[in-house]
């Protein structure tokens, strides 16, 4: 079985030189590359890859926070790739996490990924889960969520509330909002949405389809264990995802 490999550096000189060095393992599949922290976290959200080589130093949005904007089941086995922050690299050492002081050599950087796919083939990616969770424990800092989303016409720009939009909807590299009777079109991913938005209050319920859970009414069975949600304007989506992490979701929101 392969391992999926996810890039993610805001240098492009830095993917590729993580690209190259896997290019010669037979059991690595790279699914992706994110050049920034926000599409990090969307392309982890729609990968799941099982090993993200992850820069820490990323405008905006760093590789600790990227971690801190997914699920814990969402976790993936990290090594960590950085060129100076000592420390992190003092962090890295006390949750005896893996890193790469660029610029690395080939030697240490087959270290680290056999070190990887140890823990994988050994089903101790859990233990790392929880070393990561005790890292940014340690680095604690406020979590920000989209609270608005400007709305372009042709003479003017609403902002409109997140918590008024009942549901999200993929129209290519477009989403239709969804605000009561009305519909507004943004040029937006899902996947780069999702990633905005406060994991507590919209959930992904199918591929193409994020909702506000506080718009939720009722989730309705059909045959063959599939589940359709009702919102509270009426509207009826179906539910493709696992009913009991909605479920759970919708006990504490």
Request: charged share 30%; hydrophobic share 40%.
């Amino acid at each position: 079985m392969k391992i999926r490999v996810l890039i993610v550096d805001d240098e492009p000189l830095g993917r590729e030189r993580v690209r190259s060095m896997l290019r010669s393992e037979p059991d690595i599949e790279i699914v992706g590359e994110s050049a920034d922290g926000r599409q990090a976290v969307a392309a982890i959200r729609q990968h799941n890859p099982d090993l993200v080589f992850l820069d820490v130093q990323m405008p905006g949005m760093d590789g600790f926070e990227v971690l801190r904007q997914l699920h814990r089941d969402q976790m993936p086995v990290v090594i960590f790739v950085t060129a100076y922050d000592q420390h992190a690299l003092k962090a890295f050492e006390v949750h005896a996490l893996d890193y790469l002081l660029k610029p690395f050599k080939q030697s240490r950087f087959r270290a680290a990924l056999q070190r990887a796919r140890d823990l994988l083939a050994s089903r101790r990616a859990d233990e790392a889960s929880k070393k990561l969770l005790a890292l940014l424990g340690e680095r604690p800092e406020p979590r920000e969520f989209l609270s608005r989303i400007p709305v372009k016409t042709d003479d003017r720009t609403a902002f409109i509330r997140t918590s008024r939009i009942d549901c999200f909807e993929s129209a290519g590299n477009y989403v239709v909002l969804h605000v009561g009777k009305e519909t507004h079109v943004i040029r937006e991913t899902l996947a780069s949405l999702e990633a905005q938005l406060d994991p507590k209050k919209f959930i992904r319920v199918n591929r193409s389809t994020i909702v506000n859970v506080d718009q939720i009414k009722e989730v309705r069975p059909l045959f063959k264990g599939e589940h359709v949600i009702l919102l509270s304007d009426g509207r009826q989506i179906p539910l493709t995802r696992g009913i009991r992490e909605l479920e759970e979701l919708l006990k504490f929101s």
